[in-house]
């Protein structure tokens, strides 16, 4: 099960305002919380990018992404579509710096840091990325909060503590009942701690609101044939 990143920037970009009298950050909510002074073609070669990143055009997505940022370097969506893409293309390092440059704009833009907590957490950098997952959270202008907790639910459990990995996907089911991610990752922990109707109650919530996969299907198997449904 993949990670979520990309499609909460399209609710960041919708929200920009443009105001060539106020720059500043919000200093509790970053640019989320202030007008922007970014320029349009900038915004437009960002939207542009993250289409093409959507068909799989990756060689064009990351053309508009590097026009997006010599058009505006101090636009932090800029820098993080061209993370997104340095990631997909899985050039690292290219990945590391863009991310990061997006947060040196805005360190509270919570679509940055669960793009790059999950970034990190592709990696294996367990310990590392939890902390961001958790300062998008404190960003009260966060439109999905659940894609954060969910991540950080699959982040935790990757890295052995299923406690922490239910808390956080217990999190996100409150705000989001049906966010898919969020219900396969619940039925994966049930699993580990032996609780197999539970985990089986979670399989069947998923497959009233997504599709099933092949992992999902695997994993009812498993459950089943703990349960002693061996047909």
């Known amino acids: 099960m993949r990670l979520l990143l990309l499609a909460p920037l399209f609710l960041f970009l919708g ?3 443009t105001n060539p009298g106020q720059t500043e950050n919000d200093p509790n909510t970053g640019r989320l919380g202030a007008d922007q002074n970014y ?11 993250n ?16 026009k997006a940022v010599q058009r505006d370097p101090n636009n ?10 340095y990631e997909q293309l899985g050039e690292n390092g290219s990945a590391n710096a863009a ?21 990190l957490c592709k990696l294996g950098e367990y310990q590392k990325a939890l902390p961001y997952f958790d300062r998008a959270l404190q ?22 503590d299923l406690s922490m990995a239910q808390s956080y996907l217990l999190k996100a089911l409150e705000r989001n009942p049906g966010f898919a991610m969020a219900l396969y990752q619940m039925a994966e922990v049930r699993f580990a701690q032996g609780r197999y109707m539970s985990a089986r109650a ?8 997504a ?8 994993l009812s198997i498993l459950t089943e044939r703990k349960l002693g449904n061996d047909d």
């Open 15 to 17: 929200g920009c305002v």
């Open 39 to 49: 320029e349009s073609l900038s915004n437009t070669y960002i939207q542009l990018a």
């Open 51 to 66: 289409e093409y990143m959507k068909r799989g055009d990756y060689a064009t997505a990351l053309n508009k992404a590097k």
């Open 76 to 85: 932090g969506n800029a820098h993080l579509v061209l993370g997104l893409i």
């Open 99 to 119: 991310y990061q440059r997006s947060l040196e704009v805005d360190s509270k833009n919570p679509y940055a840091l669960n793009a790059y907590g999950s970034y």
């Open 139 to 160: 960003n009260p202008l966060y439109q999905t909060p659940w894609v954060a907790l969910a991540n950080a639910g699959y982040c935790a459990r990757k890295a052995g």
């Open 202 to 209: 979670y399989l069947q919530r998923y497959r009233e609101v």
């Open 211 to 218: 599709k099933p996969t092949a992992q999902m299907l695997y």
